[in-house]
């Protein structure tokens, strides 16, 4: 079974500093991953996702992250973080091949931006 | 109009109602979900279906049900609420094969008292 796990429940940057969210995986087969990020009293918004091409995915706001299998990580990069960008970050994984594809999501990470 | 559209988007009900929340979409996508969201738990899927005739188990299915009344249309039921189903709850769909990621609602927030 697949499985994400994102380390920080919290985190809390100031504006114009670098992001770095992180999410490890564990899949026994090559996975897809996703990042999703929820504003305050909305539904989740697909940030990116990575589904075995480039290892280097860029996304929307100016989010990306890097695959990569020797880690088993995926994490979420900003190079400057901007006030907007408070939110809450899930990463989410999935199995490639196959009819039943779901996504399996961690606990997500509380995003805060210091002025 | 969104593409996701649930209802209601909030709801106070006593323990041992039944309640159904309502999920509708115009993306034209066969498969529909329903997630329940906790804080410091992340998204619990509760059930899924990939067609009107597919119905399928997600992790928690206990305590709830769901019909899918069209393509379109997919409506989760508590049969009987009690105070730790307060949480939560999107719908979202996708794609034949999800690679695309799946669009949710804006979710309903349900209160059991």
């Known amino acids: 079974a697949q499985s994400v796990t994102q380390l920080g429940s919290h985190v809390s940057v100031s504006e114009g500093a670098l992001v770095l969210l992180r999410c490890n995986y564990s899949?026994?087969?090559?996975?897809?991953l996703f990042w999703y990020v929820q504003y305050p009293n909305q539904g989740l918004q697909l940030l990116l996702k990575y589904t075995s091409a480039a290892t280097l995915v860029k996304g929307i706001n100016g989010f990306e992250a890097e695959f990569k299998k020797s880690e088993t990580s995926f994490h979420l990069t900003k190079p400057s973080a901007h006030m907007s960008d408070a939110a809450e970050y899930f990463c989410?994984?999935?199995?490639?091949?196959?009819?039943?594809?779901?996504?399996?999501f961690g606990s997500g990470t509380q995003l805060t931006v210091l002025p | 109009d969104a593409d996701v559209t649930q209802t209601p988007r909030n709801r106070i009900t006593k323990t041992g109602k039944r309640i159904m929340l309502e999920c509708s979409q115009t993306k034209g996508h066969d498969r529909m979900y329903w997630y329940r969201q906790d804080p410091g738990l992340g998204l619990r899927l509760i059930y899924y279906?990939?067609?009107?005739?597919?119905?399928n188990k997600g992790e928690i299915s206990d305590g709830y049900s769901v019909s899918r009344q069209a393509q379109a249309k997919f409506s989760l039921s508590l049969e009987s609420a009690i105070p730790n189903q307060t949480a939560l709850y999107f719908c979202?769909?996708?794609?034949?094969?999800?690679?695309?990621?799946?669009?949710f609602g804006s979710g309903t927030r349900l209160t059991v008292v």
């Open positions: 279906s990939f067609d009107v005739k597919d119905i």
């Open positions: 899949s026994s087969v090559p996975p897809y």
């Open positions: 989410a994984v999935s199995k490639s091949g196959g009819s039943a594809r779901q996504l399996t």
């Open positions: 979202a769909t996708s794609g034949p094969t999800g690679d695309y990621g799946y669009t």
